[in-house]
């Protein structure tokens, strides 16, 4: 009765990754229990997503050949084009999110083109823009209820933002990676999604794990130019990142449970070291406690099940 946190189902979103082939569902070693799944096994597993009551998906995208600009990202034929309408057709009232970001689709893992200066090769932001415009767009154009930069360039929100509205799409959300890490807590996902730098690190986009007030000031940007929910990753370690923004910004805030936070209990729960279902509910407890209204865990089938035996 005096229970202060409660989890919903409603506040659940789970991340698929989709791939190019027919029948596929290729295991993620360091992720047990998630795919690497083909368009049609994409479309199966939400059917039994929506019937679990998950309001929304996640799609991160592997495509079929990769270059220096990333270009199968925004190609009205890419994966994640060709998913979306897909699901579109079979689960309409599932929300469709998408992640916009380059590191996927660019040859060489980082998150924009690149400007090489005096020998030493960097992400060029202000050349970046115009394609996360496309991808976005490209998405939209399939279907997509909702986008997710998660790239952290600079500016990327509002030119998102001017993007959709001129091109009719003036309805349509932008979920951003406010506050995005440059976290030790991303190898899983980076073998999911076959998106490892092929050089150096994401550390000049990302931020440093030292900082807070810094998070504050990159949200206040995102908000600024337009995003209508603010997302802070990762979850575990940062949730005195999330109760500051909640209580600055006081606007629906996404946390992302990342991969590596979910191998970390997956592994300790294989040698019976702790308790898994225990422990995912204690997270995804701490994180809403923190401030998060929406959470994105690969957890989120496992939580549905959970709550709806009172957990």
């Known amino acids: 009765m005096i229970r202060q946190t409660?989890?919903?189902?409603?506040?659940?979103?789970y991340p698929l990754f989709v791939r190019p082939g027919s029948g596929v569902r290729q295991p993620i070693n360091s992720m047990p229990g998630q795919y690497q799944l083909s368009v049609d096994?994409?479309?199966?597993?939400?059917?039994?997503?929506?019937?679990?009551?998950?309001?929304?998906?996640?799609?991160?995208?592997?495509?079929?050949?990769?270059?220096?600009?990333?270009?199968?990202?925004?190609?009205?034929?890419?994966?994640?084009?060709q998913a979306v309408r897909a699901i579109k057709k079979v689960c309409s009232d599932l929300l469709v999110i998408?992640?916009?970001?380059?590191?996927?689709?660019?040859?060489?893992g980082h998150c924009g083109v690149l400007v090489d200066r005096g020998g030493r090769?960097?992400?060029?932001?202000?050349?970046?823009?115009?394609?996360?415009?496309?991808?976005?767009?490209?998405?939209?154009?399939?279907?997509?209820?909702?986008?997710?930069?998660?790239?952290?360039?600079?500016?990327?929100v509002g030119a998102i933002r001017a993007g959709l509205d001129e091109s009719g799409f003036p309805h349509v959300p932008i979920m951003a990676y406010a506050a995005k890490y440059a976290s030790s807590y991303y190898g899983p996902f980076r073998e999911?999604?076959?998106?490892?730098?092929?050089?150096?690190?994401?550390?000049?986009?990302?931020?440093?794990?030292?900082?807070?007030?810094?998070?504050?000031?990159?949200?206040?940007?995102?908000?600024?130019?337009?995003?209508?929910?603010?997302?802070?990753?990762p979850a575990m370690n940062y949730l005195d990142i999330i109760r500051r923004v909640k209580e600055r910004f006081r606007?629906?805030?996404?946390?992302?449970?990342?991969?590596?936070?979910?191998?970390a209990i997956k592994a300790a729960a294989a040698n019976g070291w702790i308790d898994e279902k225990g422990a995912a509910i204690e997270t995804t407890l701490a994180?809403?406690?923190?401030?998060?209204?929406?959470?994105?865990?690969?957890?989120?089938?496992?939580?549905?099940c959970w709550i709806k035996e009172g957990l």
Request: glycine letters at 6%.
């Open 287 to 304: 994180i809403a406690r923190a401030g998060a209204d929406i959470i994105i865990t690969y957890f989120a089938k496992d939580l549905a």
């Open 98 to 108: 998408t992640d916009v970001c380059l590191c996927e689709y660019t040859d060489h």
């Open 251 to 263: 606007m629906p805030t996404a946390a992302y449970h990342v991969s590596g936070e979910f191998a």
């Open 192 to 233: 999911a999604a076959e998106s490892t730098p092929q050089f150096g690190d994401r550390k000049s986009y990302q931020m440093d794990v030292a900082n807070a007030d810094e998070a504050l000031r990159e949200v206040a940007a995102d908000v600024e130019e337009g995003a209508d929910i603010i997302m802070v990753k």
């Open 41 to 81: 096994m994409l479309v199966a597993e939400c059917g039994k997503i929506m019937d679990l009551g998950i309001p929304a998906v996640l799609l991160f995208g592997i495509p079929e050949h990769k270059d220096s600009a990333g270009s199968e990202a925004y190609s009205e034929t890419g994966i994640i084009q």
């Open 121 to 156: 090769k960097d992400v060029d932001n202000d050349a970046t823009l115009p394609l996360l415009v496309k991808e976005a767009l490209s998405h939209v154009e399939a279907g997509a209820d909702m986008v997710a930069p998660s790239d952290m360039m600079d500016g990327r």
């Open 6 to 13: 409660r989890l919903s189902v409603d506040q659940l979103v």
